[in-house]
Nanobody, 113 residues
Framework: QFVESGGGLVQPGGSLRLSCASS????????MAWYRQAPGKERERVAT???????DYADSVKGRFTISRDNAKNMVYLQMNSLKSEDTAVYYC?????????WGQGTQVTVSS
């Protein structure tokens, strides 16, 4: 129900913009989130945006990442600036509806020189 794109290899200090296309019928009413999972680590929430545009971020990305959405296009974005090696992970688009999680296939972000 979600298709992520925009990942890739970037040098430390660089930027990437991730995109998530949703095929869900009620997307504009749903809170959306970006999660990430690094090798050997648990999946963690990165950022959340409500249907009304209220945002929340993990402490590790505050001031560097920006989540946004375009309800007319059923899209969610994650602008990532000042990237660090510890941001290397697979990034996933997510929504939780009535206690059920929905995920995309993920997009790989690698930060390395």
């Amino acid at each position: 129900q979600f298709v992520e794109s925009g990942g890739g290899l970037v040098q430390p200090g660089g930027s990437l913009r991730l995109s998530c296309a949703s095929s869900r019928s009620f997307f504009r009413f749903e809170t959306m989130a970006w999660y990430r999972q690094a090798p050997g680590k648990e999946r963690e929430r990165v950022a959340t945006i409500s249907s009304g545009g209220i945002t929340d971020y993990a402490d590790s990305v505050k001031g560097r990442f920006t989540i946004s959405r375009d309800n007319a296009k059923n899209m969610v974005y994650l602008q990532m600036n000042s990237l660090k090696s510890e941001d290397t992970a697979v990034y996933y688009c997510n929504t939780n509806q009535v206690g059920r999680d929905y995920w995309g296939q993920g997009t790989q972000v690698t930060v390395s020189s």
